[in-house]
């Protein structure tokens, strides 16, 4: 059996939820794996420009605390780090991790860098195909920041097999991360298909953190999670044939049901049969769950097909300037005096001219599920006493405008309806990012241990 657990599903999860992971893969010995899944395709744009603005940063923000309280443990048990925590920047990201080793008494640590996924200035990417999931989408002017494909686990393996103690990947696909401790513990083959189709289940099931095992699930009355401040992330039991067991430390809170893995089996699922990943087609239709104990659900039944011709390609985009403001009305009449503060900013960028898209919501009055035309609200909207906050958006290729429109809203104070107060603002540049298709052939992951040959 091989252990692999979840330190974190997104940038920005809960830095002390793989100490409880790591304590309990270490306690059942024989070493293991954790797996840190913060990359998403916003967040690597912005490491882009974060990177652009400094050559030592865009890698995850929360690195070292995310490592820091977890790596001599991780070390000491022989436990498997694989992060896509590396971004942009992948070599910085393990010049941090070696610095941070060398803080905590560890020594040099084998530290192997992923490549391959970085594909600006390789590739003309007008001559590629859109991918069918953002079809619909409107094309881009903005500058290319940057390119990067999914690679598959091959690299990690690669790497986790010559000795590598921790793997820093860039753009990956999601699922590699589990899969390639697990082709580097058991020598799967990678034509073996079923195997690689497990092994991509056991990483699309971790690769959210706590979604599995209680997290964006608890709806009080009706799907109770207990203990939702000290939710468990998973832990993947797998054995060599593939069939496995979602589970979480014990102690922790949480819980990992028929329900919650249902739930997480089927998110961002396209077609269950053919579920796209570099390095295998996942077919979902023949998976079999069983609750075999408490936060204890066998998987059973993936199959595999040969892998996509193309790979998916992440292009990100300098897109336009966003703004934001806020302002709050409470109080009798509460909810006509915010209707009359966004007539009042509507009339104001038309009297100033100013060349920009808007949208106003009233936070209290079904804003989330509004459309951007704004015709549900008139059928939702309660009246009478309330406390309700409007939020103002504006986007614009112009900076000038998009700040005089947010300026607009700041003049509310005195301009606009009575007991206005609260306001907020900010003003920022947006990235955009679309997904084409690239030839395989275009791309070529490998590995390097930090240090060597730099």
């Not at 913060?38 to 990177?51: D, F, Y």
């Not at 860098?113 to 600006?120: A, H, I, Q, R």
Request: with cysteine; aromatic share 6%; charged share 20%.
């Amino acid at each position: 059996m091989y252990r692999i657990g979840s330190g974190a599903g997104f940038s920005g999860d809960r830095v002390d939820a793989p100490q409880s992971v790591v304590k309990a893969i270490a306690a059942a010995g024989n070493g293991g794996a954790i797996i840190f899944e913060t990359l998403g395709e916003r967040t690597l744009a912005l490491g882009q420009i974060a990177k652009r603005h400094d050559p030592d940063k865009g890698y995850e923000p929360l690195l070292e605390e995310l490592l820091e309280p977890i790596l001599s443990q991780c070390i000491s048990a022989s436990i498997v780090v694989v992060g896509n925590f590396g971004a942009a920047n992948p070599t910085a990201a393990a010049t941090v991790i070696q610095a941070l080793a060398a803080r905590l008494g560890l020594g040099a640590l084998r530290v192997a860098v992923v490549s391959g996924d970085d594909l600006l200035g390789k590739i003309d990417i007008t001559q590629t195909e859109r991918w069918e999931g953002d079809g619909r989408l409107p094309d881009v002017d903005g500058d290319v920041i940057a390119i990067n494909a999914y690679i598959g686990a091959v690299a990690i393996a690669d790497a986790i097999q010559a000795g590598a103690q921790i793997v820093v990947t860039g753009r990956v696909a999601d699922p590699a991360l589990a899969l390639g401790p697990l082709v580097a513990h058991f020598g799967w083959a990678w034509d073996d298909l079923d195997r690689m189709a497990s092994g991509t289940l056991v990483g699309h099931l971790l690769e959210c953190g706590s979604q599995v095992s209680g997290g964006f699930f608890a709806d009080p009355g009706f799907n109770d999670v207990p203990d939702t401040a000290n939710i468990g992330f998973p832990i993947a039991e797998v054995e060599s044939d593939g069939t496995f067991v979602i589970t979480k430390a014990a102690g922790t809170g949480g819980l990992v049901d028929l329900r919650t893995v249902k739930e997480q089996l089927l998110y961002e699922i396209h077609d269950p049969a053919a579920y796209l990943t570099p390095d295998v087609t996942l077919d979902l239709t023949e998976v079999e769950l069983e609750q075999i104990g408490p936060d204890r659900v066998r998987v059973t039944g993936a199959r595999g097909h040969a892998a996509p011709a193309k790979l998916k390609a992440t292009v990100s985009y300098y897109g336009d300037w966003l703004g934001e403001a806020e302002i709050s009305y409470a109080g009798p009449n509460a909810l006509a005096r915010a209707r009359l503060a966004i007539t009042t900013i509507a009339e104001r960028i038309r009297r100033r001219g100013l060349s920009l898209r808007h949208r106003a919501d009233i936070v209290g009055s079904v804003s989330v599920f509004d459309s951007d035309d704004g015709k549900l609200r008139a059928e939702f909207e309660a009246t009478g006493p309330g406390d309700f906050r409007v939020r103002f958006a504006f986007g614009s290729l112009s900076q000038a405008d998009v700040a005089c429109a947010v300026q607009e809203v700041n003049a509310l104070y005195c301009c606009g309806p009575s007991g206005g107060g609260g306001i907020r603002q900010s003003l920022k540049p947006r990235v955009r990012t679309l997904s084409q298709l690239v030839p395989r052939s275009l791309v070529n992951a490998d590995y390097q241990f930090a240090g060597e040959g730099q």
